[in-house]
């Protein structure tokens, strides 16, 4: 099992140097003079150019990237040059936010949908195979900032029951000192159970919005692959060896049908975990998608930069844990390890 | 019949709910088992045998229920029993054995455990100290091999007669009284379906156990069963004690079926029913006779043909890369180890062997799907060993070597009419242009390979099993091959429809003077259909000559135990 992490994480590296060219040359290509934007619209041309000289800006490009490179491996990121703040730090504060949120919306998402499509393979043409067809169309039809605001509209600003959507924590609160970055957590191992109040009723209503998008693919694996597996002849023999429907459902089918729903996970975690912006700005979330496309529209290299390598990272990291999981599940797979 | 019979199915009929309508899949059947008797239920694809056993089990799908008529179990109505009682009997009093082992296996589960799993439910804990000790007694008696490790083992790590001992040990786990196996041999080797059956047939009569044997294979039939029902439509046609049936067929039905089972003696004429036999073999007195030794060079030469695998995979060139050491096992295993034969002009012959044995690889470089590691592969003159498989497609030779593959339906493309196949090489390769050409030639050929011209615009789910080996044939002899390799053409269709397809191949050698290489594990259809039959082991080659010969006459013991796993019906229809 070690060998093969070791080998995977092995296979990572060239991946890596290729998102570190391809982020760093995509971002000088593209548009936008960061020098100038730094200046102002009021500056001189001599002013720019002294801006230019000061971010290295001048230089080869091939200095640059060697300059980039080396920074990188002293885990230096650069400073944002509209925070004025090293890029390692913001993303060290803002990637728990996101990972936290994405993570609670996943869990609460996993948790309706995979029973939904269980149940909803298991009774075909039912009641719960329409609801789970109507919710889960539903689901991923709406755009998470509609149902986001549709949530806010009505939890905070009509029915009251949830804090206004500023943030991570009500301001009357001082954040819990960081251990694992996940408020969640923190507050508890703080032991401030106010704090940790607060924080889940900060969470609830985003974390539902990214559950109503991410129950679609989720409910739909897991009813096609547990078709699938039903009509299969192993569970056939299952029944009529007479054993229990919960065993058959839940041993025989359920397990074999897990593994499309992990590899569906996966791709819908990372593909959340950067990519939903439009909650982030919808409920103030200091998260990491809404600084990077911050960083992206005032030309700031090296946040983005430092986003898209941090998202590879996870990506790789997460891929790793997916085919561990596989393993585990699947004996077939352990083999070729 | 004095005493109550175990099991009696009376006036069954299971209808199907389908988009077109209900479908009776069985009607009106009567089936009685008695206690220790073994029966079998012989019929072709969609006589309802498989589905009389489901609704005996009631495990029919969803679409499925039983109409009319009532099954009675040891006293138990299985029509009115509630779903526990059911699940109660089914696995300790009923249980059942599966075509394709493998997959009735949970593959992700140790077969310890899935045998474990049936004695949880059924066996109270009391009863028994140690479901564990328990299981590997059942995989013991099904004669596994140290069982103790296998009890670890999961179904991929097993081979195929290995598996079907584990879903045996299964299904008799909990001492049942009534065993359905179904089709438990079909897709093994010969050899092995000897071990199997002679395994079912010792564990059951030892526990005094009534089975169910369902096959289209009548020679099973009648080597291992006391009765014999035959079922055609959803029918049952005839009911008869095995010897009897053989002796002394009643129904047309069971006589064409016993017609069409390639058996010692016969022709491939004798196959196909009384009055057909007849008409075809006009024709084929009329064809000249094959043209074998005319010319001195032989169409086909292969010369110490070697195929190497390397034993492991992605991680040995994983490993080389970072510099490991090679592993000290021999890295490569030899599918192919320096086999040398030849077919002549005109020539069928036949490779046989079970699986593994290295005919399909040998077939696969034959035909440049697959490049050799050594050797001489000499094609008309011609050397092509050399070509690369991904060069061999656009070459003139591609078009003189065709194949036709083992399972009709997934050598097919469904989304292509069966015109649109037959045409598929034709426009690659042929010289055939334009529409109304193409379609001329194709009806051409559906003529020959007797596949009417209304079919022709049918996708293949809307063709039959033979209609679709049709089509492949005709596929195949779109562009005057000279050599047609038939991998296993006849493995996945009725016995029927195989002596059908049988003579059809044979008909359209004689006329069109094509040689076939015709790889098959059945030394029967082989004997049929071939002028020389060469038989393979672990990839060498252990007798070759003219079949005749080799089939009443073999010198290797291996192909004498694959003569003697063959079993045959009693007596000789006349």
Redo the contacts between chains.
């Keep these: 099992m070690l060998t093969m992490i070791g080998k995977r994480l092995m296979f990572a590296i060239p991946s890596l140097i290729g998102v570190v060219i391809v982020t760093f040359l995509l971002t000088r290509a593209l548009p936008g003079d960061p020098a100038a934007y730094f200046a102002g619209p009021a500056a001189t041309k001599e002013a720019v150019e002294q801006i230019r000289k000061k971010l290295g800006l001048d230089k080869p490009l091939i200095e640059q990237f060697f300059r980039y490179t080396n920074d990188l491996a002293h885990g230096d990121f650069g400073n944002s040059l509209t925070t004025g703040q090293p890029v390692a730090t913001e993303i060290r504060n803002r990637l728990p936010a996101s990972a936290e949120l994405t993570l609670l919306g996943l869990i609460v998402s996993i948790v309706i949908a995979i029973p939904l499509g269980v149940l909803a393979a298991t009774r075909p043409g039912s009641w719960i195979d329409h609801l789970c067809r109507i919710t889960t169309t539903a689901g991923v039809s709406l755009p998470v900032f509609f149902t986001g605001l549709m949530l806010v509209y009505l939890f905070y600003f009509q029915l009251g029951w949830s804090p206004a959507p500023l943030g991570r924590l009500d301001v009357f609160y001082s954040a819990p000192p960081t251990v694992t970055g996940f408020y969640l957590i923190d507050t508890l191992i703080a032991r401030d159970f106010e704090a940790f109040r607060s924080a889940l009723s900060q969470l609830i209503l985003p974390a539902t919005t990214l559950a109503i998008f991410s129950l679609a693919p989720i409910a739909r694996m897991t009813r096609a692959s547990m078709l699938a597996v039903l009509a299969s002849e192993f569970v056939r023999t299952a029944r009529a060896s007479g054993l229990s429907p919960t065993t058959v459902i839940v041993t025989y089918a359920f397990r074999n049908a897990m593994l499309p729903v992990i590899t569906t996970l996966s791709m819908v975690f990372s593909f959340l975990l950067g990519a939903n912006v439009l909650v982030e700005k919808v409920f103030a979330w200091p998260g990491i998608g809404s600084y990077a496309v911050e960083a992206l529209i005032s030309s700031d290299f090296a946040p983005v930069q430092g986003f898209v390598l941090t998202m590879a990272v996870m990506y790789v990291l997460l891929n790793l844990v997916i085919d561990i999981l596989y393993g585990v599940i699947d004996p077939r797979v352990r083999l070729e390890g | 019949m004095t005493a109550r019979p175990l099991l009696e199915v009376q006036d069954l009929t299971v209808e199907f709910t389908t988009r077109r309508g209900i479908i009776k899949a069985v009607q009106h059947v009567n089936i009685s088992v008695a206690k220790g008797e073994t029966l079998a239920i012989v019929g072709e694809s969609g006589s309802g045998k498989s589905v009389t056993s489901y609704a005996v089990?009631r495990?029919l799908d969803?679409a499925g229920r039983i109409a009319e008529g009532s099954v009675m179990f040891s006293g138990i109505d299985v029509k009115a029993a509630s779903e526990d009682q059911?699940?109660?009997?089914?696995?300790?009093e009923v249980?059942?054995i599966?075509q394709?082992p493998r997959?009735?296996?949970?593959?992700?589960?140790k077969v310890g455990d899935q045998i474990e799993?049936?004695l949880r439910?059924?066996v109270q804990q009391a009863q028994v100290a140690d479901h564990g000790e328990k299981a590997i007694e059942a995989l013991e008696q099904v004669k596994i091999v140290r069982p103790r490790e296998r009890y670890h083992a999961?179904p991929?790590e097993l081979s195929g007669g290995m598996c079907q001992r584990v879903?045996i040990a299964?299904?008799l786990a909990c001492n049942p009284q009534l065993l359905i196996a179904d089709e438990p041999t079909t897709g093994l080797d010969v050899t092995t379906q000897k071990a199997v059956m002679d395994l079912i047939v010792e564990l059951t009569k030892r526990r005094a156990m009534s089975t169910i044997l369902i096959t289209h294979d009548l020679g099973l039939a009648a080597a291992y069963c006391d009765r014999v029902v035959v079922m055609e439509k959803g029918r049952v046609v005839e009911t008869a004690k095995a010897a009897d049936i053989f002796a002394n067929p009643q129904h047309p039905y069971t006589r064409k079926l016993m017609r069409a089972t390639p058996r010692l003696g016969v022709s491939l004429r004798d196959l196909l029913p009384e009055e057909e036999g007849a008409l075809a073999a006009a024709p084929a007195e009329a064809a000249p006779a094959p043209t074998a030794s005319a010319e001195k060079q032989p169409l086909l030469l292969i010369e110490k043909l070697v195929k190497e695998y390397p034993r492991q995979?992605?991680?040995a060139t994983?490993g080389k890369l970072?510099g490991r050491k090679p592993p000290v096992e021999p890295d490569v295993f030899r599918a192919v180890d320096g086999i040398s034969f030849s077919i002549g002009h005109g020539e069928s012959v036949g490779l046989v062997g079970e699986s593994g044995c290295g005919k399909s690889t040998t077939s696969m470089m034959v035909m440049r799907l697959l490049d050799q590691t050594s050797g001489l592969i000499q094609f008309d003159g011609e050397d092509i060993g050399g070509i690369q498989p991904a060069a061999f497609a656009r070459l003139p030779q591609r078009s003189r070597i065709q194949m036709v593959f083992q399972d009709p339906t997934d050598s097919l493309n469904p989304r292509f009419t069966a015109v649109r196949a037959i045409a598929d090489p034709i426009m690659q390769l042929g010289d055939i242009r334009g529409r109304d050409a193409l379609r001329t030639r194709c009806e051409e050929l559906a003529t020959m390979v007797g596949l009417p011209h209304n079919l022709l615009d049918r996708f293949p789910h809307q063709l039959s099993g033979g209609q679709k080996a049709r089509v492949g044939i005709a596929r195949a002899i779109a562009l005057h091959p000279k050599l047609v390799i038939l991998d296993e053409p006849t493995a996945a269709l009725d016995v029927s429809v195989q002596a059908v397809v049988l003579n059809l191949l044979q008909d359209l050698k004689a006329r069109l003077g094509m040689s076939y290489l015709f790889v098959s594990h059945d030394l029967n259809v082989v004997r049929l259909l071939c002028d020389r039959v060469i038989v393979m082991r672990t990839g060498r080659i252990v007798e070759e000559g003219a079949s005749e010969k080799v089939l009443s006459d073999p010198q290797d013991d291996y192909t004498k135990e694959l003569l003697t796993a063959i079993p045959h019906p009693p007596l000789q229809v006349h």
Excluded at chain 2, 86 to 92: F, K
Excluded at chain 2, 103 to 109: E, H, Q, T, V
């Design positions: 089990m495990i969803r059911m699940r109660d009997l089914r696995g300790r249980s059942m599966f394709n997959a009735a296996l949970n593959p992700i589960r799993d049936v439910t059924h999961y991929f879903v299964l299904a995979g992605a991680t994983l970072f």
